[in-house]
């Protein structure tokens, strides 16, 4: 039988082992390692409003407020569409509706807005949305929900109003009013193409961007987005939708005025702080 001691010696052999994965497993969350990864998502935090979105909504939500950039319309004409994507489709390029509605708008193309496979384009469906919006007079001063009801004509008129908040701050952050305030969680890291990121950022931002560089190893781009004071918007605009595709584009890092933002464990993070990055360009790593 063992004796006493020999008991004592094995109790204390395991009381060690535990002391040593627990502060192991502290380590590891302090580097933001954990057990288990974060799920994928992005997230826009501005004054105190909260507002967590799936991959594919992220994409969508950036996307709507790049063209409104592009266009040069205010932030909040990407307040009314996004209220309205989130009403109709919770921010998804859906392929049905009641009737013959598709498309982030849940537009029809039975009442003129194009065609089914139009529609289900994110980039035509936002632009066809603005059209509309840029008709209504007085529209930047109007209630969210008025102004997308003039251009939606919905049965449900007050419906736009519950998602005013949600959209106030995703347009504050992806229009570049609140610097750094858009982020999101990617398992990947990185390995895109320079020149399709390159084709992205101008599909959804136009001259808006500005000039876009790539090295000659098409691993890094560099999209220069001019002078302050439009540089710190344009730029902090670009920035959050580079990081809203990222999962798509395989970005690694994108940085911006000394943040930068990175893919794979570290995306938890979300933007840090940074030597990388001037107030005039963003910078891609592929």
């Given amino acids: 039988m063992p004796t006493r001691r020999s008991a004592l010696r094995a109790l204390l052999v395991v009381a060690v082992a535990v002391v040593v994965v627990v502060a192991g497993v502290a380590l590891l969350f302090r580097q933001g390692v954990g057990p288990l990864p974060a799920p994928e998502g992005c997230a826009a935090k501005v004054n105190g409003t909260d507002v967590q ?3 594919e909504q992220a994409e969508n939500a950036a996307t709507i407020s790049a063209i409104a ?9 990407a307040s009314i569409a996004l209220a309205t994507a989130i009403q109709e489709s919770k921010l ?5 509706g009641d009737r013959d509605s598709v498309g982030l708008f849940q537009q029809r193309p039975s009442q003129g807005w194009g065609t089914a496979r139009q529609i289900q384009n994110p980039y035509y469906a936002t632009n066809r949305f603005y059209d509309e919006l840029q008709k209504v007079d007085g529209y930047e001063s109007m209630r969210i929900t008025v102004a997308a009801q003039r251009v939606q004509r919905s049965g449900f008129p007050e419906a736009y109003d519950g998602h005013a908040a949600d959209a106030r701050a995703l347009a504050s952050a992806l229009t570049g009013y609140s610097p750094a305030a858009f982020s999101c969680v990617v398992h990947g890291a990185g390995g895109g193409s320079a020149a399709k990121v390159r084709r992205d950022v101008a599909r959804a931002f136009g001259a808006a961007a500005g000039q876009v560089s790539a090295a000659h190893d098409g691993r890094t781009l560099d999209v ?3 002078s302050a004071p439009v540089a710190d918007q344009r ?11 990222a999962a798509r584009l395989q970005i690694a890092t994108v940085s911006f005025d000394r ?28």
């Avoid at 998804?92 to 049905?96: A, F, G, T």
């Avoid at 794979?264 to 990055?277: I, K, P, Q, T």
């Fill in 53 to 55: 979105l799936s991959t």
């Fill in 69 to 77: 950039v592009a266009r040069g319309m205010p932030a909040r004409a």
């Fill in 92 to 96: 998804s390029n859906l392929d049905h």
């Fill in 224 to 226: 220069v987005v001019g």
């Fill in 235 to 245: 730029g902090w605009a670009v920035a959050s939708y580079l990081v809203a595709h």
């Fill in 259 to 286: 943040r930068v933002w990175r893919a794979g464990s570290r995306s938890e993070h979300g933007w840090r702080a940074s030597s990388l990055g001037s107030r005039t360009r963003v910078h891609v790593r592929l």
